[in-house]
Every structure is written in structure tokens, then in C-alpha cells.
């Protein structure tokens, strides 16, 4: 009874950080205002233009074309052009808020929640069913069950996943153009999806069942 009792704990405690996550990452942005200021100002703090002066010109010499030749000489002239200066290695905290730097890497922070409901699946569909096997030697075709779930929904998931590059304003990394690299992010985020709706519909079944009891 205990043990079931922890199990519905930690499904609630992740279904509700799944839900946090989902919504922060879809909402966060209208909270900044405007979204693209955001990355204007990273690629402005990453490529600043450099202003200082170039060379100084070589002196020009012109002759006069009359009856007596005149020399002169022109002025040496200093004239500043823009350098776009690599800084890539910017701090972003250096230029955003605290609340603007999480929005700003929300891709980050969900891509990290996926990760970490990957290796609780993994955990609890290799812990569980070996604690039913000793338990209950019967509880071996569990297993079997659950492993072969897995697969499924990771063979579902990758079968939905494409290699599209994302449209990233500033990113000119390799992780935007490698296929195996998005095929794995969107194999991963779909994973994600079908895990919560799986861990609401439990939830909704849980308490739709309880109440009619």
C-alpha cells in the first residue's frame, strides 16, 4: 500500500512539472513583449560592430596640367568602417534578466525535462518490473510487456520525428544541419508528448474511477 501510495506521488509530481514545462514554453514568450528583441540582442552582443579606425590611406599625388606643374599633396584621411567582431563565447546573463535568460533558453530547459522523463521511464521500467519478478516470478511476462511497450513508443516516436533544420535566428552551429542530431531532439520531444498525455489520461482515469466507487 505504501509503495503504491510513492508510485501516485511521483506521478503526480512529474505530470505537474510536465504541465509547468509545457506551458512555460509556449506562454514565457508573450511575457517579454516582443520575442525577437530578445535575439537581436544576442546576435548584436555576440557580432558587435567595431567602429575603431582602419589603416590611414596612402598620400595621393596630383600634378597640375598647365604651364607650371604644381605638386600636392591630399590630406591623410582616417575613415572608421564597421567590423563585425567575433564574440560568440558572450555571457548571455550579462544581457538579459533573470526571468529573460530562462525564457530566452526555454528550448534548453525542455529538452532537459525530456531527458530526465527518458531516464525515469528507463528507471522505472527496468526497477519496477524486476522488483514484481522477484516478487512474483509470473511478473517476468511484465516485464516483457512494459520492455516491449517501450520499444514501441520509441519506434512510433521516431517514425513521427523529421530532420527538418529549425529556422534559429543567430545559430550557426552544426547541431542545426546534422539529420541524426534533429531526428534524435524530435524522436525525444514526441517521446515526451506521448509520456504526459499517457500520465494525464492515468490521472483522469485515476480520479474519474475513484469518484464512482
Do not use: H
Not at 45 to 63: E, F, G, K, Q, Y
Request: include cysteine; aromatic fraction near 10%.
Amino acid at each position: 500500500m505504501a509503495f503504491s501510495k510513492i508510485t501516485r506521488i511521483i506521478l503526480y509530481l512529474v505530470a505537474g512539472i510536465s504541465l509547468l514545462v509545457v506551458l512555460f514554453f509556449y506562454i514565457a514568450p508573450k511575457t517579454v513583449g516582443n520575442y525577437d528583441e530578445l535575439e537581436l540582442r544576442v546576435i548584436e552582443a555576440r557580432n558587435p560592430v567595431d567602429m575603431s579606425p582602419v589603416a590611414p590611406l596612402p598620400a595621393v599625388d596630383t600634378t597640375e596640367q598647365d604651364s607650371t606643374a604644381v605638386e600636392a599633396t591630399e590630406d591623410v584621411v582616417e575613415i572608421a568602417v564597421p567590423v563585425m567582431a567575433d564574440n560568440s563565447d558572450v555571457n548571455l546573463k550579462e544581457i538579459f534578466s533573470g526571468w529573460e535568460y530562462l525564457v530566452y533558453c526555454r528550448i534548453d530547459i525542455a529538452l532537459i525535462w525530456a531527458y530526465i522523463l527518458i531516464l525515469i521511464t528507463l528507471i522505472a521500467s527496468i526497477i519496477f518490473p524486476l522488483i514484481s519478478v522477484l516478487t512474483n516470478p509470473k511478473g517476468l511476462l511484465r516485464l516483457g510487456a512494459v520492455l516491449v511497450g517501450a520499444a514501441i513508443l520509441v519506434v512510433i516516436s521516431y517514425l513521427m520525428s523529421n530532420d527538418t533544420p529549425l529556422d534559429i535566428i543567430g545559430y550557426s552551429g552544426t547541431g542545426n544541419s546534422d539529420p541524426g542530431t534533429l531526428k534524435m531532439i524530435d524522436t525525444v520531444l514526441f517521446v515526451t508528448y506521448i509520456l504526459f498525455g499517457m500520465a494525464f489520461a492515468s490521472i483522469l482515469y485515476a480520479i474519474v474511477s475513484k469518484a464512482f466507487e
